[in-house]
């Protein structure tokens, strides 16, 4: 089994920066795509940013593009989320994930089976 842990969440100014981290260890299969997903409070959880195991292929929600750079480091195995000139509406419950099935990144939240808990990110107007 996986377990992912999430760290560098905090509070920030608008416009400010942060790096998220994710740690993954245990044993699992192969995973194929990693990917960040977000939940704003009162809100559903949604697609941040996803990128291939090759690191070949990377994707980014609208929202976030420009701005948040997706990046992993196998061999540490270790998932990364540079987020620059962060916004109010960046404010959301952070999460990484790991999946194993066929067909590249995937932004649906059900094709991930291996998450994180979690990091609080908080952005101030």
């Known amino acids: 089994q996986v377990q992912l842990v999430e760290s560098g969440g905090g509070l920030v100014q608008a416009g400010g920066s942060l790096r998220l981290s994710c740690a993954a260890s245990?044993?699992?299969?192969?995973?194929?795509?990693l990917g960040w997903f977000r939940q704003p409070p009162g809100d559903e959880r949604e697609f941040v940013a996803g990128?291939?195991?090759?690191?070949?292929?990377?994707e980014y929600a609208d929202s976030v593009k420009g701005r948040f750079t997706i990046s992993r480091d196998n061999a540490e195995r270790m998932l990364y989320l540079q987020m620059k000139n962060l916004k109010p509406e960046d404010t959301a419950l952070y999460y990484c994930?790991?999946?194993?099935?066929?067909?590249?990144?995937?932004?649906?939240?059900?094709?991930?089976?291996?998450w994180g808990q979690g990091t609080q990110v908080t952005v101030s107007s």
């Open positions: 994930a790991a999946r194993t099935g066929a067909g590249g990144v995937s932004e649906r939240s059900d094709d991930y089976p291996y």
């Open positions: 990128i291939t195991v090759s690191g070949l292929t990377t």
């Open positions: 245990g044993v699992a299969p192969t995973a194929r795509t």
